[in-house]
């Protein structure tokens, strides 16, 4: 099997890799996390995504652009700042 098929499973294997936090206290808990099992990050997947569901002109404040934006936006920011501080 290539190594394309088979690190994504072993990295499965080892953590809940669909886990998204919208807060930077989400991300500084899966940080401190990481660091309680290994030294260093080598590669950091930061991907995600995720729309209110509805018309542009016609959605909730705070389940709509609230949650889009923690999503789309913050998490990705944390997330990435976080892992590149060093331990």
């Known amino acids: 099997m290539s190594q394309c098929v088979l690190t994504p499973s ?3 294997a080892k953590a809940d890799l669909w886990y998204l936090p919208q807060s930077k206290a ?3 808990a899966i ?3 990481f660091r309680q099992h290994e030294s260093k990050l080598h590669v ?13 002109d016609d959605f ?5 652009w609230d949650n ?8 990705i920011f944390y997330s990435a700042s976080f892992s590149l501080v060093p331990s």
Do not use: H, R, Y
């Open 10 to 12: 072993a990295l499965n």
């Open 26 to 28: 989400g991300c500084d």
């Open 68 to 75: 889009v934006f923690a999503v789309n936006v913050k998490s």
């Open 31 to 33: 940080i401190a996390e």
């Open 44 to 56: 950091l997947i930061n991907n995600s995504g995720v729309t209110w569901g509805g018309q542009f």
């Open 60 to 64: 909730p404040e705070e389940k709509g």
